[in-house]
């Protein structure tokens, strides 16, 4: 992470030819977080579209420039509705734009809790369903030939030294269960290490350049029509659309996609408290660069 230097920036809207002076945030920060992302720092300018001046009427408006909103509003588009995409900050400033950017069926929840907690069908699905959707971005990327560095790599899962190896070869045994290309290994490559001796391989994951993905697919919704404002917040949501920066956006649906919920103060909130997870970087060699890596929490 690379402290924020602040931006001063033009960004054109092609589609809605919004040339647009980007105000200069100082050292205020861009994102969600005290600290530019790499993703961030690596871009010549953040994704950045006009707030909204107006009033305006649309199909269906997404809450959220984040890859949830960015992905339902481009599917949205490409089924011919009229869509219009709303961002507090920025194209990704939220925890998209502070990701490691893995695109992996190697989950936050192990395969064995989940076939424990519901049953083995539904760890399956959850598996075949995390695979699709690297499948679907890699047919997204070639479809609109988005440079991204899109890469398809293998995944290794660890335990920490604290750890039993009986929980990973507990783990192991599910993903076979369920069906998943993995491998049980007795070392991991490239790292050295004398307290992990164990690792479970997940082939054909794959890794991306988050902004870059996104600077894709904003492209993409915007050849099919959509229209994105940022620095435009969601005030209030109700049944005749959204009311952003004090302008009302009349649609006949509203998708929410603010990572936590705006429109339900009560059931999701009670349900979720906030933490902050850490990546470390560091330089490595192109080897070890050829491997994703994901570790037990
Ligand atoms: C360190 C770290 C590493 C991670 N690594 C991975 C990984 O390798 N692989 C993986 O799959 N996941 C990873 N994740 C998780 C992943 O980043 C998130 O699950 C994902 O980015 C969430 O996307 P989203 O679109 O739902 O939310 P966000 O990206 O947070 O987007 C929501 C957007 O809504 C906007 N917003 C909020 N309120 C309003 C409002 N009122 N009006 C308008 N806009 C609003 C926000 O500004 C934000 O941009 C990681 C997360 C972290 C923190």
């Known amino acids: 992470m690379i402290e924020n230097k602040g931006i001063n920036n033009i960004k054109s809207n092609e589609e809605g030819a919004n040339h647009y002076q980007l105000k200069d945030v100082g050292d205020g920060t861009i ?75 190697v989950l936050d929840a192990r395969y064995v809790d989940l076939e424990k907690t519901f049953d083995l069908n539904t760890a399956r699905l959850v598996a075949q369903s995390h695979n699709a959707a690297i499948d679907w971005i890699e047919n997204i990327i070639k479809t609109n030939n988005i440079e991204c560095h899109f890469m398809r790599v293998d995944g290794f899962l660890f335990s920490h030294e604290t750890d039993s190896n009986e929980n990973l070869q507990d783990e192991y045994k599910a993903t076979q269960r369920i069906g998943l290309n993995t491998q049980m290994l007795n070392k991991i490559p490239a790292i050295h290490s004398d307290q992990v001796k164990w690792c479970i ?40 659309g959204v009311i952003a920066n004090g302008f009302n ?47 037990h929490r």
């Not at 349900?271 to 890596?293: F, G, L, N």
């Open 249 to 295: 956006i009349k649609a006949k649906h509203v998708v929410v996609a603010t990572n936590s919920p705006i429109n339900d103060w009560v059931t999701m909130h009670t349900k979720q408290w906030p933490y902050r997870s850490y990546v470390i970087a560091a330089k490595i060699t192109k080897e070890i660069a050829q491997c994703i890596m994901v570790g």
């Open 31 to 105: 994102t969600s977080g005290n600290h530019t992302p790499y993703w961030f720092e690596s871009m010549i300018q953040p994704i950045a579209f006009a707030p909204l001046i107006e009033d305006i009427e649309t199909d269906i408006v997404v809450i959220g420039g984040g890859i949830a909103g960015l992905t339902t509003a481009y599917c949205l588009a490409a089924q011919g509705y009229k869509v219009t995409l709303i961002e507090d900050g920025f194209i990704g400033s939220g925890e998209t734009g502070r990701t490691t950017a893995h695109l992996t069926c």
């Open 201 to 240: 391989k997940f082939s054909n994951q794959a890794q991306i350049h988050m902004m870059l993905y996104l600077k894709g697919l904003t492209d993409a919704f915007n050849l099919l029509g959509g229209k994105i404002f940022t620095e435009t917040r969601a005030e209030k949501v109700s049944k005749e």
